[in-house]
């Protein structure tokens, strides 16, 4: 078993990798003319798939049902959709839509990974 220490390394790591990837994403699709909020929405459906599968192996080691574990993220990852969403609309028009979406990754990881503590996963 990891210890909690480990597990936030490395699920700070899985983070860093997949929201800095789509954050470049975020801003070409701004670029292109996409809706903040949207652009916001898409990249997080992104990224729960990527992130289920290292969090999942690398991150908590888990060697659960993936049908445990999926639900288990699902949730996680549900709640996580509603603080991105919250975040991005209060943040967006006074900070703009890249910072805003800075913050609102920060704030969601660490909903997140409490949830996911929470909930249990991988364990």
């Not at 936030?8 to 670029?31: C, Q």
């Not at 288990?72 to 959709?81: N, T």
């Amino acid at each position: 078993m990891r210890s909690r220490l480990d597990r936030i390394g490395r699920y700070t790591l899985v983070g860093v990798f997949t929201n800095g990837s789509l954050f470049m994403v975020f801003l070409f699709l701004i670029w292109a003319g996409m809706a903040p909020l949207l652009a916001s929405g898409l990249c997080y459906v992104m990224g729960v798939m990527a992130s289920y599968l290292l969090n999942r192996s690398w991150t908590f080691s888990s060697t659960a049902s993936h049908f445990r574990d999926l639900t288990r993220f699902l949730i996680a990852y549900g709640f996580g959709l509603v603080v991105t969403l919250v975040s991005m609309f209060s943040l967006v028009d006074p900070l703009g839509p890249a910072a805003a979406q800075l913050l609102t990754i920060g704030i969601t990881a660490l909903s997140i990974y409490s949830a996911l503590e929470v909930l249990r996963f991988g364990r």
